[in-house]
T-cell receptor, first 113, second 115 residues
Framework: NAGVMQNPRHLVRRRGQEARLRCSPV?????VYWYRQLPEEGLKFMVY????????ESGMPKERFSAEFPKEGPSILRIQQVVRGDSAAYFC???????????FGPGTRLTVL | AQSVTQLGSHVSVSEGALVLLRCNYS??????LFWYVQYPNQGLQLLLK??????LVKGINGFEAEFKKSETSFHLTKPSAHMSDAAEYFC?????????????FGKGTTLSVSS
């Protein structure tokens, strides 16, 4: 009974490169959420997706960030032209039909040099 | 808008002592409330949740929390701390008071347990 899987667990990018973070939800879950945890801050919501649809992207920066959750395959959070301020832990969570609980993955720790 | 305040960024207790982590929320609608625990370099694990059923909620690892509407609080307690409880704890509320919406997190409380 695999939980939420995220890869890579650690990602190092140089300024200006692209970062792709992947999230495979709990089997059977169709709701995915992305959160960012910056140093000395709590977790901040970024985006909520359901299969092939973005439901709520109110927490996403307006530029350089995008997310998708295709019909097949993992959800992907993409950060273009990364800057040092993007260095953070990015967590994915998923929920099932009841949506009354979010299960979190282990996170991807992004370091921008 | 919903918000969560965790009083005390750092709490220290002795092994065997009572653990009390405070959480107050601001919500214009009946909330869904959660406590999560995070161990170093790991993801978040759900300890317990309140979804408008019983006001006293029991969770994993001996933790429980009581929903007090009059105080807008959802404090987390454990009668006897164990060394393995040392971690960071987050209180969260759903953004719109509905299941399935974004979680709004408090800034977290780091719990230290000394022998």
């Amino acid at each position: 009974n695999a939980g939420v899987m995220q890869n890579p667990r650690h990602l190092v990018r140089r300024r200006g490169q692209e970062a792709r973070l992947r999230c495979s939800p709990v089997k059977g879950h169709s709701h995915v959420y992305w959160y960012r945890q910056l140093p000395e801050e709590g977790l901040k919501f970024m985006v909520y997706l359901q299969k092939e649809n973005i439901i709520d992207e109110s927490g996403m920066p307006k530029e350089r960030f995008s997310a998708e959750f295709p019909k097949e395959g993992p959800s992907i959070l993409r950060i273009q032209q990364v800057v040092r301020g993007d260095s953070a832990a990015y967590f994915c969570a998923s929920s099932g039909q009841a949506r009354d609980e979010q299960f979190f993955g282990p996170g991807t720790r992004l370091t921008v040099l | 808008a919903q918000s969560v305040t965790q009083l005390g960024s750092h709490v220290s207790v002795s092994e065997g002592a009572l653990v009390l982590l405070r959480c107050n929320y601001s919500s214009s609608v009946p909330p869904y409330l959660f406590w999560y625990v995070q161990y170093p370099n790991q993801g978040l694990q759900l300890l317990l949740k309140y979804t408008s059923a019983a006001t006293l909620v029991k969770g994993i690892n001996g933790f429980e929390a009581e929903f007090k509407k009059s105080e807008t609080s959802f404090h987390l307690t454990k009668p006897s701390a164990h060394m393995s409880d040392a971690a960071e704890y987050f209180c969260a509320v759903t953004e719109s008071g509905q299941a399935g919406t974004a979680l709004i997190f408090g800034k977290g409380t780091t719990l230290s347990v000394s022998s």
